[in-house]
């Protein structure tokens, strides 16, 4: 497979991932006042370069665009390499938009402030890292470097059990980078001594020409590693514990961008690297979606707090990630990288509504809360929107994946579609609990609680300029899909050419 | 092609009225200007599809107005269109005309409510969802306007979200119509797949590429999301749980349009089902068994508006057995002249309930009509109507559904007509117990019972003309259908010949059935031929029975419901579908979820992960305690691994 490149004629990426290293080393010095402005600036002018980028971006040409390459260690073929196909580009537009809204909504924070916008800023540039490197060394050093300050954020500004639920994270998640660095330098050792090349460059790993075995072998070893990122069941348990623990940005990052990086890590790698495997490991992932669909919705509807509901159904929706990757379709893969999106906006936007409530009630159980609705329109509106996106509402983003991911399974295999068709009754009776148990039945709650929500001031000016894009935007992604299908088109086709290709 | 532009206006007239109550209604418009608001938005649109239905009648022809891409599909692209032909023009008459006067009805039966703006709000994102449903030219945007019309079904349902019955209501109404959308979702996956397309003209062209079986299935899975929509058996027992939501609400969405979007779905994929009898039979099988399971049910209840209910589901079972006999027509004209009479009931029943303040239970009520004439008088014609008593609409509509299955299918036609003579009676035994009958009223609420405003007898009164005249408009139905509903009439660019050659199969059945088309003809004939007398004199029957039962108390109702026991409980407690479902599927789930979590999740799962940590702190700490700091127990250590690696050394050499 050969790419073709369109250089940057300024290094926007890098830039990128600069800005928020910059700033953080800068904020080291500074007086406390100056971590919350500076961060969003940041944050900003970064979205603002990822989202001119997605409409610069020529969906219509197969080149890896705003490429960027300096050569690190020429003697083992280490380069600093990035540059962005759509998927890399929507994924990265992503984080930035996410980055910005965590920062917008952390006003609450209480302890160490300095050091949290710090943590914050680190993981940001770690993450932009993640989806625009191209040279699998920084790959695994971004990868990896995101691992730190999200365990910091978790275990510093979490709740009582955070230690545990930090270290479980960061544990978890390091057991399967190993796998995933064997991987890469089997991959490397393999290279060496078939074509006495180095490289860890992703565009000559990918022209391998692995043997079968070999590509079962590492296809496992990576894919080890993405499944525990996903979290793909049995891998799950890890995330439940975190996002309860996790203050509130810290969820959001949680769930729209680290997900991400696993089901980056299948569609970017597993699937162009080891076609073969993908074909023949095509049934093994199908049943784990649909077991990460079912199982995981019956989680959910058997929890009382109201984030691991969220976390649980954040394992349901990667279901359906998985699903559409494996389906090695043009169908699939579309709706896989849409889902992607669609489920970063909507998880965001759901956590972000829990860690409302819980700054107005100081509680996540839904034993303690019920009956807001009426008190405050806004966020009731904002947060239903949210929950209809998120069960898969026809005219909101979550439908026009999970649509795509179906129909692209259902070419493979109808009865895996159909199975993972219960989503859209088993998604709707957890989520529709949560709203109503926290929103609805005003008249199960006792006067005094009565009396505290009528005191209740709905969504703040921050609050709002938070919420608010996430829900425009599950609308635009809703109603044109569109514009979204043609940026990835031909992405997905390139990341299928060789699967399809024969 | 004449310029048809404006039909955009219909769909959207009532959903910029909708954005403009959600975004100023509560700060600005409140009341009455948001109610005026949706009026006018919904009114604008009926006004525009009367001219294009005009416009259909003097023309002919299908118009697809396709508006913007939506989303391509490999060759395919799915579009935002509006398919303007017969069908869809009769479908949106009946969903503006009958949202117009039950919106009006509303901006009085909702005076003083503090949601007043978020209802009308709603109402009007209704109206939207159900045009984009009806106007679509492809399965994707039905589902959308499908979902849609769910949504805000859902929301209006559980409108008083304080109360935990009208959430729980809202819930049952949401998943249920879920699990009838996952069959139905699942069906549109596999119309792609095997046509390559989701255009109705499309796959109409292309049906006779496919299978028997393959058009079978994908029938059958299109037809269990209007089981569920419609309420049929065995996704029906969210309808009467659905009451919860305000009255106009009931009127509209409950009985008159939403529910009803089953069978035109059914309709307006006609060609397939056609082609297959095995999809017939299955429409008109869950058809015939709800018209007779609902009636039956309706037989017992003591609440207004599910009794109503229950006869809608009956009602709409009826209009599923009209297409599952091949009698398409048929069934699309019960269902206009239902929801004209079946809105006029539910109104009626909520100018009632306004009168004697939310008391919901028949048993509490009586003598009515003297302080609620109009009310009363209407009410009366609705329910005539719908007992299928000449001139009213539902004697047209009904009774030549009964005596096609006469000719068709004699095992439904004995349903039918059961369930014909139950309906009869239960909508006369509410009649008689809450406008006639004794005195069963709490007097502290009959010193203040009067007639309801202008604005709320002004609908019912329209209704009821209309309700009195549309029977006669039979002919001009059958003649403005056919072009999309009768496979002789069909222009080839609607259905080629081997897809009308593919239909008979289905519709077959039908051929040698004749019914009168003109009103009149069809009147006489009823009046004349013994099977006509029959269905009629059952209809008579029932409501004599009802008189004789319940106002005259000839007979008592206490001895009929001792002596009938067994009966008695199967209907009252609604043939135990609902305790079955709860049983199984929300207190079973639940309880198989909370297990799996304790056993899956945390035994299993974060055992290992867990234990795995446990074991690995305790080999460390166990491996600690070797860490002496003694010289004489590292020396010892080092011996013994000296002399294992040596044997081992050796053992290998």
Request: net charge neutral; proline share 4%; glycine share 8%.
């Amino acid at each position: 497979m050969t790419f073709e490149f369109e250089p940057a004629s300024f290094p926007w990426l890098t830039i990128s991932i600069l800005l928020p290293l910059i700033a953080a080393a800068i904020l080291f010095f500074l007086d406390k006042k100056w971590a919350k402005p500076i961060s969003i600036v940041v944050s900003a002018i970064v979205f603002a370069i990822s989202t001119w980028m997605l409409f610069a971006y020529d969906y219509s040409s197969y080149k890896i665009q705003f490429y960027e390459k300096y050569v690190w260690i020429p003697q083992f073929g280490v380069s600093y390499e990035v540059g962005v196909d759509a998927l890399s580009l929507t994924m990265y537009w992503l984080t930035a938009l996410s980055f910005l809204i965590s920062f917008i909504w952390s006003t609450n924070i209480k302890k160490r402030v300095k050091e949290y916008f710090i943590a914050f800023l680190v993981l940001e540039a770690a993450c932009i890292g993640v989806f625009v490197a191209w040279d699998l060394v920084f790959f695994y050093i971004f990868w990896e470097a995101m691992l730190i300050p999200m365990f910091l954020i978790i275990g510093v500004w979490g709740y009582a059990e955070r230690i545990y639920a930090a270290t479980k994270f960061f544990i978890y998640t390091f057991f399967g980078s190993l796998f995933l660095l064997l991987g890469v330098v089997g991959l490397y050792v393999y290279q060496y001594f078939h074509y006495g090349k180095l490289s860890t460059s992703y565009f000559d790993l990918i022209n391998l020409n692995l043997p079968f075995n070999l590509e079962i072998i590492f296809f496992l070893l990576l894919a080890l590693g993405f499944a525990i990122k996903v979290p793909m069941w049995p891998f799950h348990t890890w995330l439940p514990a975190a996002h309860v623990q996790a203050p509130t940005a810290g969820s959001v990052i949680l769930a729209a961008v680290l997900l991400k990086m696993g089901t980056y890590g299948f569609v970017r790698f597993s699937v162009p690297w080891f076609p073969e495997a993908s074909k023949y490991f095509m049934p093994v992932m199908f049943t784990l979606g649909v077991i990460a669909i079912i199982y995981t919705a019956m989680m959910a509807i058997a929890q009382t707090h109201i984030k691991r509901v969220i976390a649980y159904s954040s394992v349901s929706h990667m279901g359906f990630v998985t699903l559409g990757t494996f389906a090695l379709n043009m169908e699939g893969m579309n709706g896989a990288i849409i889902t992607m999106i669609s489920h970063g906006l909507t998880s965001a936007a759901l956590f972000l509504a829990a860690g409302w409530i819980y700054e107005r009630a100081h509680s996540y159980e839904m034993k303690d809360l019920g009956g807001m609705a009426r008190y405050v329109p806004v966020f009731a509106t904002f947060f239903m929107i949210s929950v209809m996106a998120s069960v898969g509402l026809p005219g909101l983003s979550g439908f026009v994946g999970e649509f795509l991911a179906l129909l692209g399974t259902f070419k493979q295999s109808i009865l895996f579609a159909a199975l993972a068709g219960s989503a859209l009754v088993l998604g709707a009776a957890y989520t529709l609990r949560l709203y109503h148990n926290t929103m609805f039945v005003e008249d199960e709650i006792d006067e005094e609680k009565k009396h505290k929500w009528r005191q209740l001031k709905d969504l703040t000016a921050s609050e709002f300029l938070a919420f608010f894009p996430l829900i425009v935007l599950m609308f635009i992604i809703g109603i044109y899909p569109k514009w979204w299908i043609d940026l990835i088109n031909n992405t997905s086709a390139a990341i299928l050419s060789k699967v399809l290709g024969g | 092609m004449e310029n048809l532009n404006y039909l955009w206006i219909i769909p959207f007239s009532p959903l910029i009225a909708s954005i403009i109550i959600g975004i100023f209604g509560f700060k600005f418009l409140k009341e009455p200007l948001s109610g005026i608001v949706a009026v006018i938005g919904v009114a604008i649109s009926a006004v525009a599809a009367v001219i294009g239905f005009l416009h259909v009648h003097e023309h002919g022809g299908h118009y697809d107005l396709k508006l913007f891409t939506w989303m391509p599909l490999g060759d395919y692209n799915i579009t935002v269109s509006l398919l303007w032909d017969p069908l869809s023009a009769l479908m949106s008459c009946v969903v503006t005309v009958i949202s117009t006067f039950i919106f009006i009805f509303a901006t009085g039966y909702m005076r003083g409510e503090p949601g007043y703006p978020r209802f009308f709000a709603y109402l009007s994102l209704f109206v939207f969802m159900m045009l984009m449903l009806t106007l679509s030219d492809n399965l994707v945007q039905l589902f959308f306007g499908w979902e849609g019309v769910g949504l805000v079904s859902y929301l209006l349902i559980g409108y008083y979200h304080n109360k935990r019955s009208a959430v729980n209501a809202a819930f049952e109404s949401f998943i249920v119509n879920r699990v009838g959308d996952w069959s139905f979702l699942i069906g549109v996956l596999l119309a792609f797949v095997v046509f390559g397309t989701l255009d109705y003209l499309d796959i109409f062209a292309k049906l006779p590429e496919a299978g028997y079986w393959t058009i079978t299935a994908i029938a059958l899975l299109l037809f269990g999301g209007a089981v569920g929509k419609s309420a049929q058996i065995p996704l029906h027992i969210w309808l009467p749980n659905a009451m919860e939501g305000p009255t106009p609400v009931s009127a509209l969405i409950h009985a008159a349009t939403m529910v009803a979007a089953g069978v035109y779905m059914v309709a307006r994929l006609m060609p397939i089902f056609a082609s297959s009898s095995v999809a017939l039979d299955t429409v008109l099988y869950i058809g015939t068994a709800s018209a007779f399971v609902a009636a039956t049910i309706g037989l017992v209840q003591n609440d207004i508006k599910r009794i109503i209910a229950y006869s809608t589901m009956s009602q709409l079972g009826y209009m599923f057995a009209a297409e599952g006999l091949g009698r398409f027509i048929d069934g699309m004209f019960h269902l206009t002249s239902h929801a004209t009479f079946k809105a006029l009931l539910f109104l009626a029943a909520g100018s009632v309930l306004i009168g004697v303040h939310h008391i919901l239970n028949i048993w509490k009520m009586g003598q009515l009509r003297k302080y609620m004439p109009i009310t009363a008088a209407t009410f009366l014609v609705g329910a005539l109507s719908l007992a299928g008593i000449p001139p009213f609409a539902g004697f047209f509509s009904k009774d030549p559904i009964i005596e096609a299955a006469y000719h068709i299918n004699w095992v439904v036609w004995l349903f039918l007509w059961i369930g014909a003579g139950l309906t009869a009676f239960y909508i006369f035994r509410l009649y008689f117990l809450v406008f006639e009958d004794g005195d069963h009223l709490d007097p502290h609420i009959k010193k203040h019972v009067h007639e309801s405003p202008w604005n709320m007898t002004m609908p019912l009164i329209v209704l009821a003309a209309a309700t009195t005249v549309l029977g006669f408009f039979r002919e001009f139905f059958f003649e403005y259908l056919r072009p999309v509903l009768d496979p002789r009439a069909m222009p080839d660019s609607y259905a080629p010949e081997a897809t009308k050659k593919l239909m008979e199969e289905g519709l077959s059945r039908a051929e040698h059935v004749h019914i009168p088309e003109d009103a009149i003809e069809f009147l006489i004939e009823s009046l004349t031929s013994p099977l006509g007398i029959l269905t009629l004199l059952t209809a008579l029957a029932g409501i004599f029975a009802a008189y004789l039962i319940y106002q005259k108390q000839v007979i008592s109702y206490k001895w009929l419901g001792e002596t009938f026991r067994p009966l008695y409980n199967l209907f009252y407690n609604r043939w135990y579908f609902d305790h079955f479902y709860y049983a199984v599927f929300v207190r079973g789930y639940l309880k198989l979820s909370k297990f799996l979590w304790y056993v899956g999740d945390k035994l299993i799962i974060d055992g290992i992960v867990d234990g795995s940590g446990k074991l690995a702190v305790w080999t460390g700490h166990k491996l600690a305690l070797t860490q002496t700091g003694r010289i004489s127990a590292y020396v010892l250590q080092m011996l013994i691994a000296m002399a294992i690696f040596l044997g081992l050394f050796l053992l290998i050499k």
